[in-house]
């Protein structure tokens, strides 16, 4: 999908939703009026797809979706957020948005700043799948409503201030092969 392709379309204000296999470019839907957006599987959210959409109240995220730096940029207040199985996440996708409630049922890579914008409102247990080699800087920082992080035997680097923050977590079982803890990786 072209980039800003339904740039400052206020008209656009129902539902959307984005098919399979769909890469998302920079400003797709931004300035939209839209409301709901269904994210189909493995697709690809680029940079600033939905910039400055103030009415969006519910995402739903398909598996195997990899979400980039700023995605849902300045939307105001979204009510829910729910992502699927293998998300690829990182660079605040949820930067200057008010989200009230978000899960994720697994994480494929939990990059940079992948929560951090989130804080209290992703909730419930985190799986990272086997395979992920990183939990990156600031990752889940503030995330104080997770209770417990399943952390895969190929995790090598918990990265600086990865879990700061998370007040409510139970349980972290740090893998033996674990390399290298960050500063305030664990507070």
């Known amino acids: 999908m072209l980039g800003g392709v339904f740039y400052n379309c206020k008209n656009l204000s129902d539902e959307i939703t984005i098919g399979e296999g769909t890469t998302l470019e920079r400003m797709a839907f931004e300035g939209t009026g839209i409301t709901k957006v269904t994210i ?3 697709v690809n959210l680029v940079d600033n797809s939905f910039n400055n959409c103030p009415n969006i109240n519910s995402v739903i995220i398909g598996n195997d979706v990899t979400i980039n730096s700023s995605t849902f940029i300045n939307c105001g207040t979204i009510e829910s957020v729910s992502m699927g199985e293998n998300i690829k996440i990182s660079g ?10 978000a899960t994720v049922k697994s994480l494929s890579e939990a990059g940079s700043k992948a929560f951090v914008n989130i804080g209290p409102a992703l909730q419930g247990d985190i799986i990272i799948n086997e395979g992920a080699t990183t939990i990156g800087n600031q ?25 700061y923050n998370c007040k409510g977590l139970k349980s972290l079982k740090l893998p033996a092969g674990l390399t290298t803890i960050g500063w305030r ?3």
């Open 185 to 187: 990786s664990i507070l």
């Open 139 to 163: 990752a889940f920082n503030g995330c104080s409503s997770i209770t417990s992080v399943s952390i895969p035997s190929t995790i090598t680097v918990i990265d600086v201030s990865a879990f």
């Open 92 to 101: 605040s996708p949820f930067s200057k948005s008010n989200v009230e409630k």
């Open 40 to 42: 189909g599987n493995e």
